[in-house]
């Protein structure tokens, strides 16, 4: 095992039959096989509105979120439709001296019971995307936000209520469009900002794959498991439905049978 290595690229030099190229910041490997687990930590996913260039407070993005502790006292602005910007809600309450909820769609309340059934549904719904080619959605897209008693409890304080989604962002606040503000009729309205927490989510760290070409038309990588429609060589852990803790697992598992399998035939 060698660690720390950052894989820059993947590439295919040596054909089609021969083995993958893997660069790093260290060394040059060449593979029959690459199991790739690169998750989504490290690319984290902020979206462009115009004027965010502008802000004069500060804009973090759930990755770089350790504590409400730092937001006490501010006026903050959750950016996000998925647990996480529920959790932070909920931390910041009493904490923060305001916060304010964006999103770009209503919330996906579900009361859907939260058990296995409901588990399989959300991984077979994730496949069938990735099956097709198509990019990977978020995370609540496919989940929804399971109704919890603490989270019925904030709807019915007003905490957990999206303002819907801001349209520009100024120096010391978000503009969002008319009619969306608290008062019926108002015209654009801006909510002050000091914090703007990005709880939009991540997207698959792939970057390094890209000399692989893998994507599809329809923009995703095709994939059935762990396998990899345009490559092979490649088995894909902890992508598309299996990007879940109990996923990552299974996957993992898989991919490194499936390479064990590999390895153990000749080499051509
Ligand atoms: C905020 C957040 C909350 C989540 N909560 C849950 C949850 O509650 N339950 C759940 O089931 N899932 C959750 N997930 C999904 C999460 O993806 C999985 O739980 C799990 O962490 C995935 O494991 P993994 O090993 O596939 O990827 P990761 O844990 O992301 O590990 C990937 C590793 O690859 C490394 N890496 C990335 N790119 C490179 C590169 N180019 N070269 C070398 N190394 C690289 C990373 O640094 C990291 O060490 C959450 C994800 C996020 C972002």
């Given at each position: ?125 994730v496949r069938e995307r990735t099956l097709a080619g198509l990019p990977t959605l ?65 997207r698959p760290?792939v970057d390094?794959l890209a000399p692989l070409h893998l994507h599809e038309p329809g923009g995703g990588i095709r994939t059935d498991?762990?396998l990899v429609a345009r490559e092979?060589?490649l088995?894909l852990?902890?992508y598309g ?28």
């Open positions: 095992m060698r660690r720390p290595v950052r894989v820059d690229a993947v590439t295919s030099d040596h054909g089609p039959d021969g083995p993958l190229t893997v660069r790093t910041d260290t060394a040059t490997y060449r593979a029959r096989v690459v199991i790739n687990a690169t998750g989504t930590w490290d690319r984290p996913y902020w979206p462009h509105i115009p004027g965010r260039e502008t802000f004069a407070g500060r804009q973090l993005h759930t990755h770089d979120f350790r504590s409400a502790d730092e937001l006490r006292g501010l006026d903050v602005v959750v950016v996000g439709g998925g647990t996480s910007a529920v959790q932070f809600l909920l931390q910041l309450d009493g904490v923060a001296a305001r916060t304010t909820w964006a999103t770009r769609r209503p919330p996906q309340w579900t009361d859907a019971p939260f058990d296995t059934e409901w588990g399989a549904d959300v991984e077979r719904r978020s995370v609540v897209a496919a989940t929804g936000l399971p109704l919890t008693q603490e989270y019925r409890r904030g709807i019915a304080s007003g905490l957990l209520v999206s303002r819907g989604m801001f349209t520009r962002i100024t120096p010391d606040g978000v503009v969002f469009p008319p009619g969306t503000g608290a008062s019926p009729g108002s015209t654009a309205e801006t909510v002050h900002a000091d914090v703007i927490l990005w709880a939009t989510g991540f760290s390094h498991g762990t092979p060589r088995l852990a902890g439905a299996s990007a879940s803790t109990l996923g990552a697992t299974r996957a993992g598992r898989r991919a490194a049978r499936a390479a064990a399998r590999r390895v153990a035939k000749p080499a051509l």
